[in-house]
C-alpha cells in the first residue's frame, strides 16, 4: 500500500465529456490541476448516451429496427474522435481506426439479444457500451495530451447478479482493484488509469458477464474505488461551482456550500437533492476520503469539500421532488389506525415497492406521499381495499427545506395550497399540486 499513498480518483460525468471540446477540457484539467501522485479517472457515457442506448436496446429487445438510432451514435462519436485527431500535434490513429469495430461489436450483442437470460441482463449488456466507448476516448485523449502513461483498465467493481442494480461485491472488488494496480506499482507513480464509471462485472458459470449499478451510477463507482484503494481524495467535475443549496435549472439564487458534512449531505440525497447519487457517501464516510465537487469549467475555484466536520448554521436547502402520489388510508369501519393496522398498510407498501417519502397519522386515517408508479399503487390497492378505504391524489410535488428558518418556509409556500405539511427541527416538508 505504501506506493498508493497520495492516489486520487476523479470523476467526470457525461456533459463533462460530451464532445471533443469538453473531453479536451478534462485533458486540461488532469494535465494543470492533477495530483503530482497516481490518479484514477472514472468516467461516465458522452452526453446522453446512455438514454440513446436504452433507447436502442428497447427496439431491439422488441425485434424492430434500430440502425438509425444506432447509426446517430456512431456518428456522434466518430465526430468527437476525429475532432480530437485534428486536434492533436501527433495522434495516433488507433481510436479512429477502431471505433467502426466497437460498434460492429455492439451491433452483435443487440443482434444475439434475445438469446440472453432476461430483459435486464440485456440491459446491462448494451447500455454498458456508453461507459466503455468514453473511456477508450479519453484513455487514447489523455495518451495524446500528457507526457505521462496513460492506462485504460476495464471495469473493477464485482457485483453479483442483480443486473442494472448490481450490488457491490466488496471482498473481491477490493482483490480486483489492489491486483490491477499491483502490476504497475514499479511506475506506477505519476500514471493515469482511466476506467468506467456505473459497470461492474459478475462471474456466471465461469464466464464474465456485464452489470451496471443503477442510472447515475458512476459517482457510486468512484467512491467504490477510493474506498477500496484508500483513495487521498475524490473529486467529482460537474457543470455547477460545487454542492448547491438548490438546483439551479429549478430555484433562483443558489448558494454554494464551501464545506458540509457527510451526514448532512447524505440526507440532502435522501430527500432527493440530485447532485450526488445517495450510495456515494457511505463508503467514503466509512473511511473518511473526503469528497469534492468542483467545476469542470472553473476548475480553480474552491467548489465544495465533504467530509467530518462541524457547522453551526447552514443556509437552508432546497428540495422538490415531482411526479408525487399521496394516499390516504381510512380503516372502513371508523376504529383508530392502529400499530395492527400500520402493519398491514407497511406491509402492502413494501410488497407494492412503494418508498415512503413522508407520512402522517390522524386518528381515523393515514396517510403516506410516494413517488408514482400506477401499476404499482394499482398493486397496493388491491391488497388493502378490503380492509381499508383509500383516496390517492397524483401530479403532485414534495418539497423539502433542510435546515429551515421562517423566511425559507415563506418563500416556498407562499401561494400554495398545501395537502400536507410537516416539520421536525431540522426539516420543513409538504406536499401540494404541481
Ligand atoms: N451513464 C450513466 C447514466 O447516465 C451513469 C452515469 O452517468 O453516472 O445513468
Ligand atoms: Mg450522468
Not at 9 to 24: E, N, P, R
Not at 231 to 238: M, N, S
Not at 395 to 424: C, P, V
Amino acid at each position: 500500500m505504501e506506493e498508493l499513498q497520495g492516489l486520487q480518483v476523479y470523476k467526470f460525468g457525461g456533459a463533462s465529456v460530451k464532445d471533443a471540446a469538453a473531453i479536451l477540457n478534462l485533458c486540461r484539467i488532469v494535465r494543470d490541476f492533477g495530483p503530482q501522485g497516481p490518479l484514477v479517472v472514472v468516467v461516465s457515457a458522452m452526453g446522453k448516451t446512455t438514454n440513446a442506448l436504452e433507447e436502442i436496446y428497447d427496439l431491439a429487445y422488441r425485434g424492430e429496427d434500430y440502425s438509425a438510432q444506432l447509426g446517430a451514435v456512431e456518428a456522434y462519436h466518430h465526430r468527437a474522435a476525429t475532432e480530437l485527431h485534428s486536434y492533436f500535434a501527433q495522434p495516433d490513429d488507433t481510436m479512429v481506426t477502431q471505433l467502426p469495430n466497437y460498434f460492429q461489436e455492439l451491433h452483435q450483442t443487440l443482434q444475439s439479444i434475445n438469446s440472453v437470460g432476461s430483459y435486464d441482463e440485456g440491459y446491462d449488456q448494451v447500455v454498458s457500451f456508453g461507459e466503455s466507448l468514453s473511456a477508450y476516448l479519453v484513455t487514447w485523449a489523455l495518451g495524446n495530451a500528457l507526457p505521462k502513461q496513460v492506462l485504460y483498465n476495464g471495469a473493477l467493481v464485482a457485483t453479483d447478479t442483480t443486473w442494472r442494480e448490481g450490488r457491490v461485491d466488496w471482498v473481491k472488488t477490493e482483490e480486483r482493484t489492489q491486483e490491477a494496480l499491483h502490476g504497475l506499482l514499479n511506475d506506477w507513480r505519476g500514471r493515469v488509469m482511466v476506467t468506467e464509471g456505473f459497470v461492474g462485472q459478475v462471474q456466471v458459470d465461469g464466464f464474465t458477464s456485464t452489470t451496471t449499478l443503477g442510472r447515475e451510477g458512476s459517482d457510486y463507482t468512484a467512491a467504490i474505488l477510493a474506498y477500496c484503494l484508500r483513495a487521498e481524495r475524490v473529486t467529482i467535475w460537474k457543470d455547477v461551482a460545487g454542492l448547491l443549496n438548490a438546483d439551479p435549472k429549478i430555484f433562483p439564487d443558489t448558494v454554494r456550500y464551501p464545506e458540509i458534512s457527510y451526514r448532512e449531505t447524505i440526507e440532502m440525497a435522501y430527500y432527493g437533492a440530485s447532485v450526488i447519487h445517495p450510495k456515494t457517501l457511505k463508503p467514503l464516510a466509512d473511511r473518511g476520503i473526503p469528497l469534492y465537487v468542483k467545476s469542470f469549467l472553473d476548475p480553480a475555484a474552491a467548489g465544495t469539500v465533504i467530509h467530518e466536520c462541524q457547522h453551526p448554521a447552514l443556509a437552508p436547502a432546497f428540495i422538490r421532488k415531482t411526479d408525487q402520489c399521496l394516499l390516504s388510508f381510512a380503516s372502513k369501519d371508523f376504529s383508530f389506525i392502529s400499530e395492527e393496522n400500520l402493519a398491514v398498510i407497511f406491509s402492502a407498501l413494501a410488497q407494492a415497492k412503494l418508498k415512503i417519502n413522508v407520512m402522517q397519522n390522524s386518528a381515523i386515517s393515514f396517510s403516506v406521499c410516494v413517488d408514482f408508479s400506477e401499476r404499482r399503487v394499482h398493486q397496493l390497492l388491491d391488497l388493502l381495499r378490503e380492509q381499508f378505504t383509500l383516496h390517492y391524489n397524483t401530479g403532485l410535488m414534495l418539497f423539502t427545506i433542510k435546515n429551515y428558518d421562517a423566511a425559507s418556509i415563506q418563500q416556498l409556500t407562499t401561494g400554495r395550497a398545501l395537502l400536507l405539511e410537516q416539520r421536525t427541527r431540522s426539516t420543513f416538508q409538504f406536499v401540494c399540486k404541481a
